[in-house]
């Protein structure tokens, strides 16, 4: 049976694009990552507009310009990975048009082949006569044979020329599509390029005013620095006094207590985020991101969001404290057998002690400080120690 090349190579391709190479994103995955990029720069865009209205230079601004360049970037590396996509499937179907294209041609030129050959056996040649000047009967049904045989083959033979003709003419239609398509993400990706280069340009002017303000900048990172060790000793205090209680607890009470630490254990990087935003401030050591030399170090993560925003808890347990650090706010403690999750940075508090909570349930709204910056400090603990929270919540 024939099978002409073109159409063997679309089947192909076909199969091959629709099962994407291991490492290589698919369109629809390209078009998701885009929306959500789309999404992280509005967010920014609107934490940022929150922290202009209040101050003209804050380390607030700084925060949520970074966060909106990383996800223009993000954004503009989606919209070329899309372009590359469609560059390469513009390739195949170019070269699917081309073995359509032999194939039609091979395809005419057999028929045109078959019907010379039969315009010149019958020529001079009546057909009856070719039958009935047959020697014997099986001579006369093998030429019979012969004839229905060669006129089915013409008859399929001018059929692959049509459905060829058509599959030609379809893929023509596809490479259109794809090549307006592609012009329309080059245009995208022109367009988002600009708006990067006008974050760049706005993000250093900030950078420049804000060490222009070191003093200040210094004063401020020493009285937060005092805040935040006040907290950690608040919540090292009631921790410790959770360990001791722990000790002396029923047996019942303890093995409730190891059933939800390792519920809270296997959640492991499937837990929900506290508050939408971004990640303003990460675990660990870290350089200033503005004074040079400085290095900071913190036991949890700090996260950026809109005003109003309602804080929520990550996990099932209870509240073992509600307390008030000064330039910190309310802080909500909340307990999940032996881990520990921490909420600073409360305007209102809708919980109290010995509460229990449920996940995602509403801890209280986030407070705004003096420079226009929503802003919550969260900590994930096992025991005393501080784990990296951004290992436990979902990936955004």
């Not at 360049?69 to 390739?91: C, G, H, P, T, W």
């Not at 073992?320 to 999940?336: E, K, Q």
Request: hydrophobic letters at 40%.
């Amino acid at each position: 049976m024939f099978v002409n090349k073109g159409v063997a190579m679309l089947l192909a391709l076909t199969f091959i694009m629709a099962c994407p190479s291991l490492g290589q994103k698919s369109k629809t995955q390209l078009q998701k990552e885009k929306k959500e990029n789309l999404a992280k720069i509005a967010e920014a865009e609107k934490i940022l507009s929150e922290t202009k209205g209040k101050k003209q230079n804050s380390l607030g601004q700084l925060s949520a310009l970074n966060q909106q360049i990383k996800a223009q970037e993000s954004l503009i590396n989606s919209i070329r990975n899309e372009v590359f996509l469609l560059s390469d499937e513009i390739d195949e179907t170019n070269e699917i048009i081309a073995s359509l294209s032999d194939d039609l041609e091979n395809l005419k030129a057999e028929y045109s082949a078959m019907v010379y050959s039969a315009y010149k056996s019958n020529k001079g040649v009546n057909r009856l006569m070719f039958l009935f000047s047959a020697k014997t009967f099986n001579q006369f049904f093998m030429r019979l044979k012969y004839m229905e045989q060669y006129s089915k083959v013409r008859m399929r033979q001018a059929e692959q020329i049509t459905k060829v003709k058509q599959i030609l003419s379809d893929q023509v239609t596809v490479i259109q599509s794809k090549v307006s398509e592609k012009n329309i993400l080059l245009g995208e990706n022109l367009q988002e390029s600009k708006n990067l280069d006008g974050l760049k340009k706005r993000q250093n002017k900030l950078f420049s005013n804000l060490q222009k303000q070191e003093n200040q900048l210094r004063k401020d990172l020493e009285n937060r620095k005092k805040a935040v060790a006040k907290l950690d000793k608040l919540i090292n205090d009631i921790i410790k006094v959770e360990i001791e209680k722990a000790k002396l607890a029923e047996r019942s009470s303890i093995d409730a207590s190891a059933k939800l630490s390792d519920q809270f254990a296997e959640n492991k990087t499937k837990l929900p985020w506290p508050v939408s935003g971004f990640i303003s401030q990460k675990f660990g050591r870290h350089n200033h991101p503005v004074l040079k030399g400085i290095i900071m170090n913190s036991t949890g993560i700090n996260i950026q969001t809109k005003q109003n925003e309602k804080v929520q808890s990550i996990f099932g347990g209870e509240v073992r404290t509600v307390a008030f650090v000064p330039l910190v706010g309310n802080t909500v403690l909340i307990s999940h057998g032996a881990y520990f999750t921490v909420y600073a940075g409360l305007k209102d508090v809708f919980v109290k002690t010995g509460q229990k909570v449920n996940v995602g349930e509403e801890l209280g709204t986030i407070l705004t400080n003096k420079d226009g910056v929503s802003e919550l400090k969260f900590e994930v603990r096992k025991s005393a120690k501080a784990l990296d929270p951004q290992q436990w919540l979902t990936r955004k």
